[in-house]
C-alpha cells in the first residue's frame, strides 16, 4: 500500500509536469520516463481512473480531471519547497532534486508547513525582495518564491538562484525595475520582483 | 537539386525580421501557423543556383513550449527538420542569447550562428571572437550587421556549406541544471567576449529621458497622441475620398438603372458592404501596422509597457496591454490585433475583449453628436468617465476568469535601433492583404443579410420584435431596435439612421435627455461592429468572438436598465 501511494503520486506529479507543458499525457510518453513498460503504464492508467485522478482517452492515453490535477499539483510543490529548501542550505541542485523525489512523498500537509516556516525564517536573515532595492544596487538571488510559469521564465531569461544582478533603474511607481543580468539588460514587474529573493552584495 | 529548408530563429528584437527581409526581399508570403494565432512568415531565395526556402520562426528566449512561440519553434524544428536553423544571436547580450542556442543544438539541428548587431556591442565595448566562439561551439559563427545587409552573403555560403558536408555528429549535451548551464555559458562567453569600459551608451542616454519619471511619460503622451493623428487623421481623410470615389460613380449610372429596385438592393449590400470594410478597416489598419512596426522596431514598445506596468496591473494584465486599449479610442480592429504583442493567449484575448468595449472613433460620434451635442461636453465626458470605469471593472473582474496563469512582465529592454522602414512596408502590405483575406467575407456577408432584411421589409418586425427590451427595459422608442441592428454594420450609422427615421437631426424633439444618455450607453458597449467580430474570428476562432459579442449584448442591455433606472430614480435630468 505505501509503495502504491508513492507510485502513485510519481505518476501524478509528471502527468502533471506534462500538463503545465502542453503536452499530451500518452502510454508510451509516461512509460519513456519512468522507463517502465507501457503495459504496466496502461494498468496504472486503469488504477489511477478508479480512484478518480484521470479519465482514460482511448488508444491515446489519459487526461487528468481536476481531483488529479490537485493532487499532481500539491506533489510537485512539496517538490519544489523540498528542493529549494535543501538547495537553500547547500546542496546541489541535482543532488536536491534527487533527495526532494524521494522525499516528497513522505511529506504531509503539516510537514510542509514546517519546512515553509522554516524556509520564511532562514531566509529572513538576509534576504530581501527584489522589490527593495535601490536603483544601483546589486544582489544575488537566493530563491524564487512563486508559480511555475513565472518562475521557468525567470531561469530562461538568465534569473536562476545564484545569479547576480544589478539595479538599474526603478519606475515612478516602484516597479516594474531594469535589471542588468549577464549583460542584458531587462525589466520585470512587480508581481514577478516581489517573489525574488536575494542578498545585497554591493 | 531539392530545395533547401533554412529556418531563422533568435530571441525577440535581434533583427531577425531585417535578417529576414535581406534574404527575401520582395518574396515573401504571411499566413498563420495551424491552430495557432501567431503569424507565419515564409519566403524564397535563389542563392548560387539553389532554391531555398526561407522560414522565420516567432522570437523566444527557450523552447520549452511555455507559450505558443516557444511550442511552434521546437514543432517546427523537431518535426519538420528544416536542412539549416540560423540561430540569429544579438552580439550585445551574448549570454543571453547562448541559453536558446544550446537548446537548438540539441534538438540536433543544423545551426548556423548569425552574430548579429556587432556595431551596437562595439558601441557597448564588447568585441567577440567569432572564431573562438565558433570552435567552442562547433558550428559556423558568421558576424552580421543585419541593417546595413553586413555578412548577410556570408552567412548564406555558410549555411549552405553545412548542408554539403552533412556528417552524423554525436548529440550534442549540455548540462542539464540551469545554473550549471548558465555557468557553462559564462565559461564560453568569457573565453570568447572581449570587454573594454565605455561611457554611456545612446541607449542609456536615451533612456535617462524616456524612461525619466516625468519627462519619460511626456514623451509617452506625446507619442502616443501622434500615433492617434498618425493613424486617424490619415484614415479618415483616405477613407472620405474612398467614399467620394464611391459616390462619384454611383452619380454617374443612369438613373433608369439606379432607381430600379433590385440594383438598389446589390448595391447597397454588395457595393457598400465592401466600402464599409474598406473605409473602416484598411485606412486605418494600414498606418496601425507601420506605426506599431516602428514602435516595435525601434525599441520603444518595452519602454511604453515599462512606464504603465503598475496601472495595468490594477486590470490583471501588465503594461504591453497599454497599447492595444489605447488604440481602441481610434478603432477596435487594430486594436484586437495589436493584442498579439501580449504573451499568451489568455492575456490576448483578456485584452481584446476589453478593447472592443472602449469607444472608437464611430462611437465617439454617438457620444459626441447625442449627448455632446445635446446635452452639454459635461455629459459627455461623464459618458468616457463611466466607460472607463466600466472597462477597468470588468478587466479586474473578467481577469480572475480568464487568465488562469498569469504572466508578470518579463521582457528585455533592447537597445534603441532605426527601424527598417523598406522592409517595415512589405510587412504592412503582407499583413493588410492577409486581412482582406479573412475578414472581407464576414463583412461583406453581414452587409448582405441586414440589407436582405431591409429589403423584405423585416427590420420592422425585429424591432418589434425586441421592443420588450427597447422599450420596456430601456425606455426607448421602438424604433430605436433598427438603429441598432444597423449599428452592428457600422456604429456611426446608428446616429444617421435614427435622424432619417425620426425624420429630424434635432434628436431632442424625439428623444428625452435620459432617453439620450440610455441610447448612447447601449450603442457604446452593445455590440462590437463587423469589421470587429471578423477580426475577433481571425484572432481567437468562432466560439470566442461569438462569447465577446454574447457578452457585450447582454452588458449593454443591462447598463443601460441600470443607467435607466437610476437616472430617473434619481431625477438629475
Redesign the interface.
Known amino acids: 500500500m505505501v509503495l502504491e501511494k508513492k507510485e502513485i503520486e510519481e505518476y501524478l506529479e509528471i502527468m502533471y509536469r506534462k500538463k503545465q507543458k502542453g503536452e499530451e499525457i500518452t502510454t508510451t510518453g509516461i512509460a519513456d520516463e519512468l522507463s517502465v513498460s507501457p503495459a504496466s503504464v496502461s494498468e496504472m492508467f486503469k488504477k489511477l481512473e478508479k480512484r478518480g485522478f484521470v479519465k482514460l482517452v482511448p488508444y491515446k492515453g489519459v487526461t487528468l480531471t481536476k481531483k488529479g490535477e490537485e493532487a499532481g499539483k500539491s506533489i510537485l510543490r512539496k517538490h519544489h519547497l523540498l528542493e529549494d529548501f535543501l538547495t537553500l542550505f547547500g546542496l546541489g541542485r541535482r543532488r536536491a532534486h534527487a533527495e526532494a523525489c524521494a522525499l516528497e512523498h513522505a511529506l504531509s500537509k503539516e510537514g510542509e508547513k514546517v519546512f515553509e516556516r522554516a524556509m520564511k525564517g532562514a531566509k529572513g536573515k538576509n534576504a530581501k525582495s527584489l522589490c527593495s532595492l535601490r536603483a544601483g544596487q546589486k544582489g544575488r538571488i537566493l530563491y524564487i518564491t512563486g508559480g511555475m510559469a513565472a518562475r521557468r521564465r525567470m531561469i530562461e531569461l538568465g534569473l536562476p538562484p545564484g545569479t547576480v544582478v544589478k539595479v538599474l533603474r526603478i519606475s515612478q511607481y516602484g516597479c516594474p525595475i531594469e535589471l542588468l543580468v549577464r549583460g542584458t539588460e531587462i525589466a520585470i514587474g512587480r508581481g514577478i520582483a516581489e517573489k525574488i529573493y536575494v542578498e545585497v552584495i554591493e | 537539386m531539392t530545395e533547401l529548408t533554412i529556418a531563422l530563429a533568435g530571441n525577440p528584437n535581434v533583427g531577425k525580421s531585417v535578417v529576414f527581409n535581406q534574404l527575401t526581399g520582395g518574396s515573401q508570403h504571411v499566413g498563420n501557423w495551424p491552430g495557432k494565432t501567431v503569424e507565419k512568415f515564409e519566403g524564397k531565395l535563389n542563392f548560387i543556383g539553389r532554391n531555398i526556402r526561407i522560414v522565420d520562426l516567432p522570437g523566444t ?2 523552447l ?3 507559450s505558443q512561440e516557444e ?1 511552434i519553434t521546437r514543432d517546427f524544428i523537431k518535426k519538420e527538420k528544416p536542412d539549416i536553423v540560423i540561430d540569429i544571436v544579438d552580439a ?5 542569447s547562448l ?1 536558446l542556442t544550446l537548446q537548438l543544438l540539441e534538438l540536433d539541428a543544423n545551426v548556423v550562428i548569425a552574430l548579429n548587431m556587432i556595431d551596437v556591442a562595439k558601441e ?1 565595448g ?1 568585441e567577440i571572437d567569432a572564431k573562438m566562439l565558433s570552435r567552442l561551439l562547433g558550428v559556423p559563427v558568421v558576424p552580421t550587421i543585419a541593417t546595413q545587409g553586413k555578412g548577410i552573403e556570408n552567412l548564406m555560403i555558410q549555411s549552405i556549406n553545412i548542408t554539403g558536408r552533412r556528417k552524423k555528429k554525436e548529440r550534442k549535451r549540455f548540462p ?5 548551464r ?1 555557468e557553462y555559458i ?1 565559461s564560453i562567453v568569457k573565453k570568447c567576449q572581449k570587454e573594454t569600459a565605455v561611457g554611456r551608451t545612446l541607449t542609456e542616454r536615451l ?1 535617462s529621458v524616456l ?1 525619466h ?1 516625468y519627462a519619460g511619460y511626456l514623451f509617452l503622451i506625446a507619442v502616443l497622441l501622434l500615433m492617434f493623428f498618425f493613424i486617424f487623421e490619415l484614415g479618415d481623410v483616405t477613407s472620405g475620398y474612398i467614399e467620394q470615389v464611391v459616390y462619384y460613380f454611383k452619380q454617374n449610372i443612369p438613373p433608369e438603372i439606379s432607381s430600379n429596385g433590385l440594383f438598389l438592393f446589390l448595391w447597397k449590400s454588395v457595393v457598400e458592404g465592401i466600402v464599409a470594410g474598406l473605409t473602416v478597416a484598411i485606412p486605418y489598419l494600414i498606418p496601425f501596422y507601420i506605426f506599431l512596426a516602428i514602435l516595435e522596431d525601434s525599441g520603444y514598445l ?1 519602454r511604453i ?3 504603465t ?2 496601472l495595468m ?1 490594477k486590470m490583471g494584465l ?2 504591453k496591454a497599454f497599447i492595444p486599449l489605447f488604440l481602441g479610442y481610434g478603432c477596435s480592429v487594430p486594436a484586437c490585433i495589436g493584442c498579439r504583442i501580449m504573451e499568451t493567449e489568455e492575456q490576448q484575448f483578456l485584452t481584446a475583449f476589453l478593447a472592443t468595449m472602449i469607444p472608437c472613433a464611430a462611437r465617439s460620434v454617438i457620444i459626441l453628436g447625442v449627448v455632446g451635442a445635446f446635452l452639454g461636453f459635461g455629459w459627455a465626458a461623464g459618458i468616457y468617465l463611466f466607460n472607463i470605469l466600466v472597462v477597468f471593472l470588468l478587466g479586474f473582474i473578467l481577469s480572475r476568469f480568464i487568465i488562469t ?10 537597445s534603441y535601433k532605426m527601424p527598417d522602414i523598406s522592409a517595415i512596408l512589405r510587412r504592412t502590405f503582407l499583413q493588410v492583404k492577409h486581412y482582406i483575406f479573412i475578414a472581407f467575407p464576414i463583412i461583406i456577408l453581414s452587409t448582405f443579410a441586414i440589407n436582405a432584411l431591409d429589403f423584405f421589409g423585416f427590420l420592422r418586425y425585429i424591432s418589434d420584435f425586441l421592443s420588450p427590451i427597447t422599450v420596456g427595459l430601456l425606455g426607448l422608442p421602438s424604433i430605436i431596435g433598427i438603429t441598432l441592428i444597423v449599428g452592428f454594420l457600422r456604429k456611426e450609422l446608428a446616429v444617421v439612421l435614427l435622424a432619417a427615421l425620426v425624420g429630424t437631426e434635432n434628436f431632442s424633439e424625439v428623444l428625452t435627455p435620459l432617453q439620450m444618455i440610455v441610447f448612447t450607453i447601449v450603442s457604446m458597449f452593445y455590440i462590437p461592429c463587423a469589421a470587429t467580430i471578423a477580426t475577433l474570428v481571425k484572432e481567437f476562432g468562432w466560439k470566442k468572438a461569438t462569447l465577446v459579442t454574447v457578452f457585450e449584448i447582454v452588458l449593454a442591455i443591462a447598463l443601460g436598465t441600470v443607467a435607466s433606472k437610476v437616472i430617473s430614480a434619481i431625477g438629475v435630468l
Not at chain 2, 92 to 96: D, I, M, R, V, Y
Not at chain 2, 176 to 180: A, C, E, I, L, M
Request: aromatic share 12%; hydrophobic share 35%; glycine share 6%.
Open positions: 528566449y527557450s520549452s513550449a511555455f511550442e550585445a547580450s551574448l549570454e543571453q541559453f557597448k564588447r542539464r541544471d540551469v545554473s550549471k548558465y559564462h533612456d524612461l519619471k518595452p509597457a515599462f512606464l506596468d503598475g496591473h501588465h503594461g496563469k498569469p504572466v508578470g512582465l518579463i521582457m528585455s529592454m533592447p
